[in-house]
């Protein structure tokens, strides 16, 4: 999956469900035009962010290897990164949140290496490399932030979906797309828009994922740290968005002290937003992220966490007392008291202990699903795991035996005990027996002509997770998306326009140039009218030096900004930049 992609050891140490989604950068991809827009952005940005960033982010900016001028080199980037234990990748566009934490985990940046056209120039609804590469790198040079980042994709990648959350993702993934790319008919972004409306209206219950997707954008997106009277800006959506970071810093937008309770607060994410959460400090993250977690049933399991595979329609697992994991979909529970008493899987599913599939359990042992009680034995106070060999054999449950077993809820295990296996610590985790018939009632949940019948042994449920314990237990090379990014179409007058930008960027480079600095701007001026940010660098160029050509810039301004009354802050933005650092200078 890596062939064509310059590796490291941190990236080597990727599985390869993982590896699936990363596709090469193709740098030389990246047009003239794009390397202005993001020249423009990253000018802006450190220029404002300056003053209103957390003082990570301008530290972070060197210590990373990211360029004022051009786009990052995402190989380049990743011989500084592992300095600090990090590696960056490139994706198309949005992957799906699970994947995206779990890349966290590994100490991985997912960066969409597509970047925004210049008409969304200050924010765009779709991941880009301005946003993930000038947002999310610079901050992870902080040690106690690029923990945080670490331990949320490790808890985050566990987090229980249900199937509503992959139609969101799919929905907004589609209008991200559509809403980016060039001459996407009104009608069509609409409709997109009312698919999303619709159900991120609808009345369900948040799922976990939901919930901590929630925290994640409320934070890593869109964080505030300090105090509510004079916050800074850290999350990477405001620090790469020249518009919002600015915009999140009036009373426009109002600032709530960060909390758990914003796991309930959903966003939209093609819309600046109404309210941001502030963080005391790094610290305040991870005391809320664990919180958070205590609450999962990666932590709780039971019968809920049970009942929540099973919605999630999707493979999970679960994990028993002695250690015993149990990874498939979920189908079934049986519930006695609040308890669960037995489950069921359907379909392909592998047992594992401590995350290691264990011999002879994998899917091609248990293809059709698994079964088994859970509990303790009725009117023993003693469960099964912490029998010793002597309470075992006492008890009748030995190599060899016939038995029959009556669990608390009442389900019957009656078969001939073939062998059992342990874990490190001595506790038997599952028994093997034959000719064997389980049921609860009048119910049969296996009979003997089915085979050989596994028993997983464990007193409750203590952990219950998304996705399998053992990775390799299960083929999830399976990534496919409804829609890929839409590239920018070449035209001849793009061409001709991508080649005045390419001189006047060679010309500020000391490089030969096809164009001078008087041909570019008069041929800006009769072939594109429409453009602006090429007369900003020409002016920039000129001024203080070639005064006639700084004034003909100008004055070409003034014409696009009143046929584009729009962009006109965009272009003031860009000259008071511009007239600013020459005075400092």
């Not at 009277?229 to 002290?257: H, Q």
């Not at 088994?372 to 023993?380: C, R, V």
Request: aromatic share 8%; with cysteine.
């Amino acid at each position: 999956m890596l062939d064509n992609v310059e590796s490291n050891a941190i990236l080597d140490r990727l599985p390869a469900h993982l590896q699936q989604y990363i596709k090469p950068q193709n740098y030389d991809d990246y047009s003239p035009i794009n390397h202005a827009v993001w020249r423009y952005v990253m000018r802006k940005n450190v220029d404002y962010l300056s003053k209103v960033a957390h003082g990570s982010y301008l530290e972070g900016l060197k210590q990373t290897g990211i360029s004022i001028d051009h786009i990052p080199n995402m190989y380049g980037m990743n011989r500084i990164l592992k300095e600090i234990g990090w590696a960056a990748v490139a994706v198309d566009g949005f992957i799906p949140p699970a994947a995206f934490m779990e890349f966290q985990a590994f100490n991985v940046l997912v960066i969409a290496s597509d970047i925004r056209q210049l008409e969304h120039i200050e924010y765009t609804p779709a991941p880009d490399i301005i946003h993930e590469g000038a947002g999310h790198a610079p901050i992870i040079a902080n040690p106690e932030y690029a923990e945080y980042l670490r331990r949320f994709g490790e808890i985050g990648c566990k987090a229980i979906s249900s199937a509503r959350d992959y139609e969101i993702y799919e929905a907004i993934r589609h209008l991200s797309i559509i809403k980016e790319a060039e001459d996407t008919p009104q009608e069509e972004i609409e409709a997109a828009e009312k698919k999303v409306d619709k159900l991120q209206n609808e009345t369900a219950e948040l799922s976990e994922m939901a919930q901590i997707r929630n925290l994640h954008w409320w934070t890593v997106e869109y964080g505030l740290i300090g105090s509510i009277e004079n916050p800074k800006i850290y999350g990477a959506g405001l620090l790469s968005s020249i518009g919002e970071s600015a915009w999140c810093m009036t009373d426009k937008v109002k600032k709530i002290p960060y909390s758990i309770e914003a796991c309930k607060q959903e966003f939209d994410i093609t819309k600046p937003q109404p309210q941001l959460y502030v963080t005391p400090d790094f610290a305040h993250l991870s005391l809320v992220l664990e919180e958070f977690a205590n609450k999962m049933a990666l932590r709780r399991g039971g019968l809920e966490g049970i009942k929540k595979l099973i919605n999630s329609k999707n493979l999970g697992s679960i994990e028993l007392s002695t250690g015993l994991q149990i990874s498939g979909d979920f189908s079934k529970v049986i519930e006695h008291e609040g308890k669960p008493i037995y489950i069921q899987t359907s379909g392909k599913t592998a047992l594992s202990h401590r995350e290691k599939e264990l011999v002879g359990h994998g899917v091609k042992n248990h293809p059709n699903g698994f079964g088994s009680p859970i509990g303790t034995l009725k009117g023993i106070n003693l469960a099964i795991e912490d029998m010793s060999p002597r309470d075992l054999s006492a008890y009748g449950i030995y190599e060899g035996k016939k038995i029959e077993l009556e669990f608390e809820g009442g389900i019957n295990v009656a078969g001939e005990i073939i062998t059992g296996t342990r874990n490190f610590q001595g506790k038997i985790i599952l028994i093997s027996l034959k000719n064997c018939k389980v049921t609860y009632n009048q119910e049969i949940l296996f009979k003997p002509e089915w085979g050989n019948y596994d028993m997983a042994i464990g007193k409750e449920v203590i952990s219950a997770f998304a996705g399998p314990a053992d990775n390799l237990s299960f083929d999830l090379i399976t990534h496919k998306t409804s829609s890929t990014t839409i590239k920018s179409k070449s035209t001849p007058e793009r061409e001709e326009l991508a080649s005045l930008y390419a001189s006047v960027r060679n010309i500020r480079e000391g490089k030969n140039a096809k164009f001078s600095l008087d041909a570019a701007l008069e041929l800006l001026q009769k072939e594109h009218p429409k453009d602006w940010l090429l007369s900003v660098e020409i002016y920039e160029l000129a001024v203080g030096k070639h005064e006639k050509l700084a004034k003909e810039a100008l004055q070409n301004l003034e014409l696009v900004k009143s046929r584009r009354p729009d962009i006109a802050h965009l272009i003031d933005g860009g000259v008071n930049l511009i007239n600013s650092q020459l005075v400092k200078n």
